[in-house]
């Protein structure tokens, strides 16, 4: 609680001798020393400075704090490539029943036969919507999803004497990860154009594809919101020479019930649970990424996987061929569960229309901002859409990230800002299949609004915020996480 001058707030609270806990006696015995129990060069040299505060000032101090929060909950978050989406209160309380909240993931598996049921259901329904029959629920992430796909490709691969296969293709226009998760996966990556239409350039891949091409990377709908129309041509591309395909899934709730990556050729792919299924996110967590993949690749997955045998579930670990683990235990199971609540919430039909609503929603929220902004790519969008604000800073001198922080003082949280990187001064908006078309209006109204204001305005934006224009680039690489003494 240190002092925070730029706020203009006194943010130092504590004060000597105020308290709002009392502990209990202490219940070690006399006899066991503590001096006796730790190493005496782990001890505290002093009593440590913590803060002394009431019970009423502590909070205080935290409710004001929360309610200078932007979350879901309070404000339209149209962040592209993001799905912040509305996460149903009923799938919270469900999750935290205590009959699964308290399980412990050490427990024996006849204890938690609930609990395995469940994720072995999931492990179907997410084997059926992608058309993809064998699911690992362990990634813990997105990026991990990719990554521990990009193991199973690995291990392919070695399996098959084809070593030589180094070369992983990513259009321009991925998700920064997927360069990141090849890298790390002992590939070397090339980047594939991305045409005017802002689609695969196919002679660009055509020129890059060969025999040492491993795996071919490609999200669809793609990061502007496009549906690569050319997908079956490029995976007989790939098959041809012997390569896999993967799918970025972080757009599947645009396809939810409408298409399979599996029928269109896609080899792996991850889910970004937290986002297509619903699940609270942001601020690095949780979140879960499932792999799908085609039978012949099973083996490879991390282990465990849930099976069922006879009328009971295990965990089996029995799989020579897997890449082992990806993370501590099982996966990230509260994610998963409120996800599994999700889809039997909806069913095949209630997935179906998600998209669809999510489809609508972005290309009517596309047509309103195109009055005053720049829209590169031709309609109709999937589920996002990326504008631009280069007509903004040619005319005014006033960028993306202005309209971005002046957003702020009308009550919404910004888009996503500069990507992807193949439009200038991008501005990716995702509506979701959650928001009122009344929402929409109002924003689009805002977004209209901002593109007519004074410069010098939009340049100083925010301003109804206690903190304007931080150096974000430094709070990004050195956070302060912990209360230091004043």
């Keep these: 609680m240190n002092n925070t001058q730029s706020t203009g707030l006194i943010f130092e609270l504590s004060k000597s001798g105020r308290r709002c806990h009392r502990l209990p006696k202490c219940d070690v015995p006399n006899s066991a020393r503590i001096d006796q129990m730790i190493p005496k060069e782990y001890l505290a040299k002093q009593v440590l400075p913590l803060p002394e505060i009431g019970e009423i000032d502590l909070i205080r101090h935290f409710t004001n704090l929360s309610a200078r929060n932007m979350s879901i909950d309070t404000n339209f978050y149209p962040l592209g490539s993001c799905t912040m989406k509305y996460n149903p209160k009923r799938h919270e309380r469900i999750a935290a029943f205590p009959g699964f909240a308290n399980l412990h993931p050490l427990q024996d598996d006849d204890t938690i036969q609930g609990m395995l049921e469940l994720l072995h259901s999931m492990q179907e329904y997410l084997a059926e919507i992608s058309g993809l029959p064998a699911v690992s629920l362990q990634p813990a992430a997105g990026a991990q999803g990719e990554l521990t796909a990009l193991f199973v490709a690995a291990a392919y691969f070695r399996d098959k004497g084809e070593t030589h296969r180094r070369k992983v293709l990513v259009p321009d226009s991925a998700h920064g990860t997927n360069p990141a998760s090849a890298a790390l996966a002992g590939f070397d990556t090339i980047t594939i154009k991305s045409g005017a239409n802002g689609l695969v350039d196919l002679d660009d891949l055509k020129s890059k594809l060969g025999a040492d091409t491993a795996v071919f990377m490609i999200t669809n709908p793609n990061t502007l919101g496009l549906f690569e129309t050319q997908i079956q041509e490029i995976t ?13 899934g972080a757009n599947m709730n645009a396809i939810l019930g409408i298409t399979r990556p599996g029928d269109f050729g896609a080899d792996m792919q991850h889910y970004n649970v937290h986002k297509t299924f619903t699940g609270p996110h942001g601020g690095g967590g949780p979140g879960s990424g499932p792999i799908a993949v085609r039978d ?8 465990p996987i849930v099976v069922k045998e006879g009328d009971r579930f295990r965990l089996n670990y029995n799989m020579p061929q897997s890449i082992g683990r990806v993370r ?3 996966g990230t199971i509260g994610i998963l569960f409120r996800g599994y609540c999700y889809i039997r919430t909806l069913g095949p039909d209630g997935l179906k229309q998600v ?7 972005a290309n009517y929220l596309r047509a309103r901002v195109s009055e005053g902004y720049e829209v590169p790519h031709a309609g109709p969008c999937m589920h996002e859409f990326v504008a631009s604000a280069r007509k903004l800073l040619r005319e005014k001198k006033v960028r993306a990230m202005d309209v971005c922080k002046r957003l702020l003082d009308y009550g919404f949280h910004a888009p996503t800002v500069y990507f992807p990187m193949v439009v200038s001064e991008a501005l990716m908006f995702e509506p979701t299949e959650t928001e009122s078309k009344e929402t929409l209006d109002a924003f689009a109204e805002v977004m209209l609004k901002i593109a007519n204001e004074d410069p010098e305005v939009l340049r100083t934006a925010p301003h109804t915020h206690i903190i304007s224009r931080p150096d974000e680039v430094k709070a990004a690489k050195e956070p302060v996480l912990r209360w230091t003494k004043a």
């Design 236 to 248: 007989e591309l790939l098959h041809a020479q012997g390569a896999l395909v993967y799918l970025d």
């Design 296 to 303: 012949y690749l099973a083996k490879y997955l991390p282990a």
């Design 355 to 361: 998209s669809e609503h999510a489809v609508l929603n």
């Design 328 to 330: 501590s235990f099982f």
